[in-house]
């Protein structure tokens, strides 16, 4: 059972260096106590523009299969490391990270301002990234549900 109240922020462009690192895509997704339904913003630039479009409301009616998605993405952030110190390194290999909050768990990678360079002294295991993959075409699926 997914927990009551969570926010999730998925964002495609995390790495950097000397310039902070250029967003391609920027989602979010809330759920509140009694609210009738997922709240999602979906921010993405194009190809060739310098920034992310204004973020486009949508709301996904909560059903079986989206507490199922919901669920299993807070298991598996449950479950896998993310970078030390934050923000030092990309351990999952896709340019992405995922911050998640809820009453039961804080969860986030790539740090706040993205991942700039230097070496994580923890690593991700092969299975990791196969989970981080998953939870990013989890949050990318629920998305695409929305209206």
């Known amino acids: 059972m997914p927990p009551a109240e969570f926010f999730v922020r998925l964002q495609h462009g995390i ?4 310039a902070p690192p250029t967003p391609s895509a920027l ?6 106590s009694g609210a009738p339904s997922l709240a999602i913003t979906a921010a993405v630039r194009e190809d060739g523009t ?6 486009a409301p949508k709301a996904l009616t909560p059903d079986s299969t989206t507490a199922a998605l919901v669920d299993e993405l ?13 923000g030092s390194e ?3 290999g896709l340019d992405t990270s995922i911050a998640w909050g809820s009453d039961d768990l804080e969860w986030y ?5 993205g991942c700039g360079g230097g070496s994580s002294m923890v690593k991700a295991s092969e299975e990791d990234k ?5 939870a ?12």
């Not at 989602?27 to 509140?32: D, E, K, N």
Request: no cysteine; proline share 9%; glycine share 12%.
């Open 15 to 18: 790495t950097g260096g000397f």
């Open 27 to 32: 989602y979010t997704l809330a759920q509140s």
């Open 50 to 55: 310098p920034s992310l479009a204004d973020a």
């Open 74 to 86: 807070h298991g598996i952030l449950k479950t896998i490391p993310t970078e030390s110190p934050p």
């Open 90 to 92: 990309d351990i999952y």
């Open 109 to 113: 990678n790539g740090g706040p301002a």
């Open 130 to 134: 196969r989970k981080f993959k998953r």
């Open 136 to 147: 990013v075409e989890i949050v990318n699926e629920l998305v695409g549900k929305a209206q």
